[in-house]
């Protein structure tokens, strides 16, 4: 049954931004300042590397923009790669992608929440063990049945973050806790921090990693009214919201705070809450956790279900084709969802949580996340149709250098975790391969050809 693919547009402005921020603005925010604080030393370095890190955040949002624009369709990433690389390069990131990395993520995320959903509700042992099934179950069932259904949630839960967060800076300093002394004199070291390049490139990986999340967008551009407009308003905005809620909220807690009493993430934590709203400080700052976590647990369910549908779209040879992959390139003929991929995307991430592997698909993955990051942005060098945009070529060279940058740092500190990460997404070839022996691939689409 075909699609009207108008009918699909579903998402405005508003839910296509809340996916660019949703992501971002996730646990990291709670525990990654803390660190970055500890280890710099002083406020105003912690600032120097937020701003560093939104400038090539906004870069690299300027690049999505444009390709998103240029292929308003379901498939992000896998959909530029293809086009600027070919299909084994685009298959390697959306095996990656839907098969390895954001299974593992959705998984941490769940299991992460529990402690905090414990702090607002006492839960049963029996029942906290099994929170984090009946979480991806459920988000699972939200996206199965319907777009407007899931994005509605997400919308909602992403937007309502933003007065949260900005509540939670503004009492800091309404309630007389946030002061001055406490990040004065900006910039100075405090004792105790690590040595200056070691954390200005903790700090720099740290931060990378807390923005991550923000090129979401472009994996539902096929689902979004009038894409031209509302991504370029996505992603720029998305991008300055996240950058100004990471700002105001790392000066509150470094003014609620001092650096020097900052002896772990968790503890930071608990210690700001209690200070701030003391004995119900914990069951605040959990309501916060939470709400953030569910928001870009959102996001994920959404988005990466369509990298899903648009790689076997592809490699199936359209919607008619038989075999594995293009049970993944249909649409439910009633939700107009890609169902199987979303079933696909949850029964791997319970697969992950049931394994215990998450955390260690993290470590493993991150440095051939950034590679592809830096890979999709290149794409816009081999488009046929030249760009023409004032940030154009600034903008994807100030993006591959930094992402280069970060690729290195990834490499020298954890070359053992960077190298078997690659080569855990070069197995996607021989499973590719396999798929083409069998006739999964068609030949008719068996070529790619670079275009805009």
């Known amino acids: 049954m075909e699609v009207d693919p108008q009918s699909r547009r579903q998402m405005g402005v508003w839910a296509a931004t809340a996916v660019v921020t949703g992501e971002a603005i996730s646990l990291g925010i709670f525990l990654t300042p803390a660190g970055m604080a500890r280890s710099l030393g002083s406020p105003a370095l912690l600032a120097a590397v937020w701003c560093g890190m939104a400038l090539l955040t906004l870069a690299g949002a300027l690049c999505f923009t444009e390709l998103a624009v240029r292929n308003p369709h379901d498939g992000g990433e896998y959909l530029y790669l293809r086009r600027g690389f070919g299909r084994r390069v685009a298959f390697l990131y959306g095996w990656m992608a839907a098969v390895v990395m954001y299974p593992g993520v959705a998984a941490a995320l769940t299991v992460g929440t529990v402690p905090y959903i414990q702090a607002l509700v006492s839960v049963p042992s029996p029942i906290a063990k099994a929170l984090p099934p009946l979480i991806l179950i459920t988000l699972g069932a939200l996206n199965y049945f319907g777009t407007r259904l899931s994005s509605g949630v997400m919308t909602v839960l992403n937007w309502l973050k933003v007065p949260v967060l900005a509540a939670l800076v503004g009492w800091a300093f309404i309630s007389g806790h946030a002061t001055m002394a406490n990040v004065m004199p900006l910039s ?96 605040v700052l959990a309501m916060c956790v939470v709400l ?94 030249p760009v023409r945009r004032w940030w154009y070529p600034s903008a994807p060279i100030v993006f591959i ?43 008719a689409v068996a070529a790619d050809t670079i275009s805009s």
């Open 188 to 283: 100075v070291r405090r004792p105790g921090s690590d040595p200056l390049i070691d954390a200005i490139a903790g700090a720099t990986i740290s931060a990378f990693f807390c923005f991550g999340g923000w090129w979401e967008a472009g994996k539902i551009a096929g689902e979004v009214r009038n894409p031209s407009r509302n991504l370029a308003v996505a992603f720029s905005g998305g991008v300055l919201i996240v950058t100004a809620i990471y700002l105001l909220l790392s000066f509150a807690f470094v003014a609620v705070v001092r650096v020097e009493q900052i002896q772990s993430n968790t503890a930071f934590v608990a210690l700001f809450g209690q200070t701030l709203f003391g004995a119900a400080g914990g069951r």
């Open 401 to 443: 250098a930094g992402s280069g940058l970060l690729a290195v740092m990834l490499l020298m500190h954890s070359p053992g975790s960077a190298l078997l990460g690659a080569g855990i997404v070069l197995c996607g070839l021989p499973v590719r391969w396999v798929l083409t022996r069998r006739g999964e691939v068609s030949p």
């Open 292 to 385: 953030c976590v569910f928001g870009g647990l959102m996001v994920l369910c959404m988005a990466v279900p369509r990298v899903t549908y648009a790689l076997a779209l592809s490699e199936a040879g359209g919607t008619n084709q038989t075999g594995a992959l293009a049970t993944f390139a249909r649409l439910h003929p009633r939700f107009n969802t890609p169902a199987n991929a979303v079933l696909l995307q949850t029964g791997m991430a319970l697969l992950v949580l049931m394994l215990g592997a998450f955390d260690r698909i993290l470590a493993f993955i991150i440095f051939s996340a950034v590679v592809f990051l830096a890979l999709t942005v290149a794409t816009l060098f081999r488009s046929i149709t």
